[in-house]
T-cell receptor, first 109, second 112 residues
Framework: GIQVEQSPPDLILQEGANSTLRCNFS?????LQWFHQNPWGQLINLFY???GTKQNGRLSATTVATERYSLLYISSSQTTDSGVYFC???????????FGPGTRLSVLP | DGGITQSPKYLFRKEGQNVTLSCEQN?????MYWYRQDPGQGLRLIYY???????QKGDIAEGYSVSREKKESFPLTVTSAQKNPTAFYLC???????????FGNGTRLTVT
């Protein structure tokens, strides 16, 4: 089945810094989502982005499907951005979403 | 407000007991899913249901059972056959099967 990798596994930032999180996948996809899991375990939808670029406030995401990766950009980070960021992909012809292992982000005040 | 409700938030059980986790959605979504998350790990699919009265096994279905008698409800039973049941369980739904997922707040199950 499709393999999903995320990097870096851990990231520590000072408040106000920018960051880029990466999601690589091993096969063609027709669905891709980015989620933020807050410290209480709640999974929040950030983007549905099988291709192209989207922006929502301080967050933006780009998926280059032909090269099999997606990037999540966080600008001017805040302590509330802390948590784990997951990408989930559905392979072309596949049945279900497969989750990556996540990037744990800690934003320090 | 539309959403997915999982209850209870925390659940404690003795080994050897079956336990049922509740998941209810009022989003009018056709598809529902159960995921398991272990500490420091990603999510793994237990079961999914594309429509009412239909469900399929996911990647780690052994020791679990589900039912989908109503569109709004997709309860998960963790049976005594599940060897390592302690985990965080997340329910999700989507408008139709394979469309973007929306998650409930999860149930943390501890079995001792």
């Amino acid at each position: 089945g499709i393999q999903v990798e995320q990097s870096p596994p851990d990231l520590i930032l000072q408040e106000g810094a920018n960051s880029t999180l990466r999601c690589n996948f091993s096969d063609s996809v027709n669905n891709l989502q980015w989620f933020h899991q807050n410290p209480w375990g709640q999974l929040i939808n950030l983007f549905y982005i099988p291709s192209g670029t989207k922006q929502n406030g301080r967050l933006s995401a780009t998926t280059v499907a032909t090269e099999r990766y997606s990037l999540l950009y966080i600008s001017s980070s805040q302590t509330t951005d802390s948590g784990v960021y997951f990408c989930a992909v559905k392979a072309l012809g596949g049945q279900n979403f497969v989750f990556g292992p996540g990037t744990r982000l800690s934003v320090l005040p | 407000d539309g959403g997915i409700t999982q209850s209870p938030k925390y659940l404690f059980r003795k080994e050897g007991q079956n336990v049922t986790l509740s998941c209810e959605q009022n989003l009018n979504h056709d598809a529902m899913y159960w995921y398991r998350q272990d500490p420091g790990q990603g999510l793994r699919l237990i079961y999914y249901s594309q429509i009412v009265n239909d469900f399929q096994k996911g990647d780690i279905a052994e020791g679990y059972s589900v039912s989908r008698e109503k569109k709004e409800s997709f309860p998960l039973t963790v049976t005594s056959a599940q060897k390592n049941p302690t985990a965080f369980y997340l329910c999700a739904s989507s408008i139709v099967y394979q469309s973007p997922l929306h998650f409930g707040n999860g149930t943390r199950l501890t079995v001792t």
